[in-house]
């Protein structure tokens, strides 16, 4: 099938993108992208210490060239998103808790513009996403090695990599599907398409290993678009994917644990029973407490509290939405949703093959965020980032 074609740029020895630094910058952020989804189970350290180093040499970059003009509306409210979110630790119930995220918050604040300096043109985006997909292989056989060493996580018959939550870790392997997929039918040489199009089941067991059903979901649109990619592929090629598809399902059927495959089946039954697995009390106490300050919310960190007042275990809303709502208010909230509109937007402008893409992986964000907080998460920003800076190619490419 034909795949999408940007125009690159034409470097000088004096152009930035062909310097020494710019080199460094891009492969630094490079391998900081792969340890997203992965290296936090070996240090809690080690992404900080890669990103810090990711920053310095881009702020390097800065210093000598400048920047570029491929900043949006997007920056501008991601600026006025965590701007809010961090000053509300002013009125937190829980100051000490505030504190403790403010300074991560700030850090993730930042990803989105260190992205959109460093990754520019076509062979950029490609690396960037290729780098996401390698360490969700890494992940991916960290927690088949977990499974087959009997290593669980608290949870009981659910495997994750340490130090990462479960339903977490679901969410930063799940979106890893819907980019290998894109890269089965946008990279030139064929062992890469063929090495994407493996990756995309081991991730899937890795996933089932998990036994987080949102995780499954998220993961489920990943497949639908990688099907949707080839429906005007040639029999043979149809016919492997077909083989590929039966030989995963034996795989999942008879080496994935039965309590992790019941509770990944069994999220019919809980959409049926209207709980969604005590999410739906937790929302209901979340919004109860938002009602009672509803411009600025109860502030950042202070909704554990209030959840804990009301005797309900837990120290986040489990909804993107509902638990920015909670803490920073109506403002909070409308900023988030006209910066997901924003996103969209751009999304619109693009080409049809990038545009089923970029939807999938909105889509993709979207669905995590209904039963998860994951508005705090490195990896909500690396795909919301991406999504703009491919899209933004794409729009220029055919104005």
């Known amino acids: 099938m034909n795949t999408q074609e940007y125009p690159e740029q034409k470097n000088s020895p004096s152009s930035p993108q062909s310097g020494l630094i710019y080199m460094g910058s891009l492969y630094s952020v490079l391998f900081f992208i792969f340890l ?78 260190l992205f959109t300096l460093i990754i520019t043109n076509k062979k950029s985006i490609i690396m960037a996403y290729q780098s996401y997909v390698l360490g969700n292989v890494v992940g991916s056989m960290i927690i088949i090695y977990n499974f087959l060493h009997g290593i669980q996580s608290p949870y009981y018959n659910r495997y994750t990599i340490q130090n990462i939550e479960t339903d977490t870790m679901s969410i930063i392997l799940a979106l890893a599907v819907p980019i290998a997929a894109y890269l089965t039918s946008t990279l030139k040489r064929k062992w890469g398409r063929v090495a994407n199009t493996f990756f995309i089941p081991l991730i899937i067991f890795a996933i089932f290993l998990t036994g987080t059903r949102t995780g499954s979901i998220v993961a489920v649109i990943g497949v639908l678009y990688w099907l949707f990619t080839y429906r005007k592929a040639s029999i043979p090629i149809k016919l492997s994917i077909v083989i590929l598809f039966i030989i995963s399902i034996f795989i999942v059927a008879n080496y994935a644990p039965k309590a992790s495959l019941e509770r990944v089946f069994s999220a019919g039954k809980s959409l049926k029973s209207g709980d969604l697995n005590y999410r739906t009390v937790i929302w209901q106490t979340s919004l109860e407490q938002w009602k009672q300050s509803p411009i600025i919310g109860t502030g950042l960190g202070g909704l554990g509290d209030v959840l804990s007042e009301k005797h309900v275990n837990y120290e986040a809303a489990h909804n993107t939405h509902i638990q920015i709502l909670t803490e920073n208010g109506i403002i909070g909230v409308f900023i988030y949703i006209l910066l997901e509109l924003s996103v969209i937007l751009v999304i619109l402008y693009t080409s049809p093959q990038d545009k089923a893409f970029l939807l999938s992986l909105m889509l993709a964000v979207l669905v995590s965020q209904l039963t998860l907080h994951t508005h705090t998460q490195k990896e909500t920003w690396f795909v919301l980032t991406m999504i703009v800076i491919h899209s933004s190619l794409s729009s220029k490419r055919n104005m």
């Open 36 to 113: 997203i989804p992965w290296a936090d189970g070996f240090s809690d350290g080690l992404v900080r210490v890669f990103g810090i180093l990711a920053f310095g040499i881009s702020s390097l970059l800065f210093v000598t060239t400048g920047t570029h003009k491929n900043y949006t509306y997007f920056h501008f409210l991601v600026l006025l998103l965590w701007a809010w979110i961090i000053l509300s630790v002013a009125w937190s119930p829980n100051l000490k808790a505030g504190l403790e995220f403010a300074p991560r918050l700030f850090q993730i604040m930042l990803l989105p513009f």
